[in-house]
């Protein structure tokens, strides 16, 4: 709702000991029904069902848009952007904001690398007819195409029975 993302962009002014945010990330869709992705590629389903609140309506849509102006119109965010976003969210987010005259994201930050190339499809299409930039984390796939967990001289950074690919290796 308006009122916790204001108060999340406000703690973090405060953390940061700033007066505006550059790009203000909305993460992770909260949509219900997202078996496909977001909720349903969690091996913990259980741990994020309570965070499942939004049917994905279009009136849902609007009240997050609307939040986001807010925050435009109070000048503590300077643009705004989707994190883990699907195509459906980016088309929806997008259209609502030009209906409701608030400018639209400006960013959509997915995993994307040689081993995940998931965002190359519907994703990359809807982020580019509507101008949203992709903006990929994990490149690398988590360090494993650095070869960081198969060469001994990186053994001192980081246990590797501690290492994401190791403690879970379908990770990425």
Same mark, same amino acid.
């Given at each position: 709702d308006a009122a916790r993302l204001r108060a999340s962009c406000e703690a973090s002014l405060d953390r940061l000991r700033c007066g505006a945010i550059? #790009?203000?990330m909305l993460h992770f869709p909260s949509r #219900? +029904? +997202?078996a496909a992705f977001g909720w349903g590629s969690w091996r913990e389903r259980d741990r994020y069902a309570a965070a499942q609140t939004s049917s994905g309506s279009p009136e849902e849509f609007e009240a997050q848009v609307l939040a986001v102006k807010e925050l435009l119109d109070a000048g503590l965010i300077k643009h705004? +952007? #989707?994190s883990n976003e699907t195509a459906y969210g980016?088309?929806?987010f997008c259209t609502t904001?030009? /209906?409701?005259?608030?400018? /639209?994201?400006?960013?959509c930050q997915n995993d994307f690398s040689f081993n995940n190339r998931v965002y190359e499809g519907d994703v990359a299409e809807a982020a580019h &007819?509507? +101008?949203v930039v992709g903006m990929p984390y994990g490149a690398l796939c988590g360090g494993a195409l650095?070869?960081?967990y198969i060469r001994k001289k990186y053994e001192g950074d980081r246990p590797m029975a501690l290492? /994401? &690919?190791a403690a879970r290796p379908k990770f990425q």
């Open positions: 550059d #790009l203000y #219900l +029904g +997202g705004w +952007g #989707l980016i088309t929806l904001a030009d /209906r409701l005259g608030v400018p /639209r994201p400006v960013s &007819h509507f +101008g650095t070869g960081k290492a /994401r &690919h």
